[in-house]
């Protein structure tokens, strides 16, 4: 059982500002990739860097 | 550095908010020069590509005709700018924080993790999903971004069992998980259409994957060695 806690145990304090920070970065991240709002204003901006991305695009 | 809420009675719930400012300053400086180099790539290699084959897509053809779109030149790069920056800082946040998790520093590190970043949301939805230049007929776009998610989330969970994990069930459920979103298969258009050349689709996939690849590693390698310079 010791290489579980080798291997995946995070401690206690060390968890929360790396949940956040990952929290953080898949909202940015999914909200660049796939919001779609009713002008098209959000996708026209990011068409290019979605296509490039290989974001499912249109 | 001792978290900024001590006394509370759950340390569980008490967030070192000292850790986390690091890591997003880690994250937005390694996004912003990661997302600079990937547009300047972009800028010389796939844009052309994807303004030649907008030419084949006549006002007809063109769905969002009327809206409103950034005008070609600055307004339209600055615009890709602000996305692959914004892009780099995210996939720099899950990159950094991975390694803070793990007591990680240092560029050799930071690749690892990049080449991971590009596996999981490069690599595995574009074997279902190609990069597609613009006017390409594909499936319905909710089916499409659900299978991307499943793919991304299923490859991001199978590497990490296939190889952070030590127990054997682990490893063949991660192998296992790699392999599941492709046997189910990308959602794919009854009958496939594109305006472009065969030959322009597929240049725009090779320089697409290349200029991805190079990014990851970049900003893994940038994410990593920024990590040498906080102390947690």
């Not at chain 1, 401690?11 to 660049?32: D, H, R």
């Not at chain 2, 074997?127 to 499409?144: I, N, V």
Request: charge should be negative; glycine fraction near 10%.
């Amino acid at each position: 059982m010791k290489t579980i806690a080798a291997s995946t145990a995070i401690s206690t304090s060390k968890f929360l500002p790396g949940f956040s920070a990952i929290v953080l970065g898949l909202t940015v991240i999914l909200g660049l990739g796939f919001l779609q709002d009713a002008n098209n204003y959000l996708h026209n901006a990011a068409h290019d860097g979605r296509h490039s991305a290989a974001f499912p695009c249109h | 550095m001792p978290p900024t809420t001590d006394g509370t009675a759950l340390p569980f719930l008490a967030i070192n908010m000292a850790d986390f400012r690091k890591l997003v300053a880690v994250s937005l400086l390694a996004g912003l020069l990661g997302g600079l180099l990937l547009s300047l790539l972009q800028h010389y290699q796939t844009l052309p590509l994807i303004l030649a084959a907008e030419q084949f897509e006549t006002p007809s053809t063109e769905e969002h005709v009327h809206d409103w779109q950034p005008m070609d030149g600055w307004q339209r790069n600055g615009f890709t700018l602000l996305f692959n920056g914004l892009t780099g800082f995210g996939f720099a946040l899950l990159i950094s924080a991975s390694m803070y998790w793990r007591d990680q520093r240092g560029y050799l590190y930071g690749l690892g993790w990049g080449l991971a970043g590009f596996l999981v949301f490069f690599v595995a939805p574009s074997l279902g999903l190609p990069p597609e230049l613009p006017g390409t007929d594909s499936a319905e776009l909710h089916s499409r971004q659900a299978w991307w998610l499943f793919t991304t989330a299923a490859t991001a969970m199978g590497l990490f069992g296939l190889f952070l994990t030590k127990q054997r069930w682990l490893q063949i459920g991660g192998a296992s998980l790699l392999a599941l979103p492709h046997l189910i298969g990308a959602p794919h258009p009854e009958i496939a259409h594109a305006l472009a050349p065969e030959a322009l689709q597929q240049h725009f996939v090779v320089l697409t994957s290349i200029n991805n690849a190079i990014f990851w590693l970049t900003l893994g390698a940038i994410s990593g060695q920024l990590l040498r310079k906080v102390t947690f």
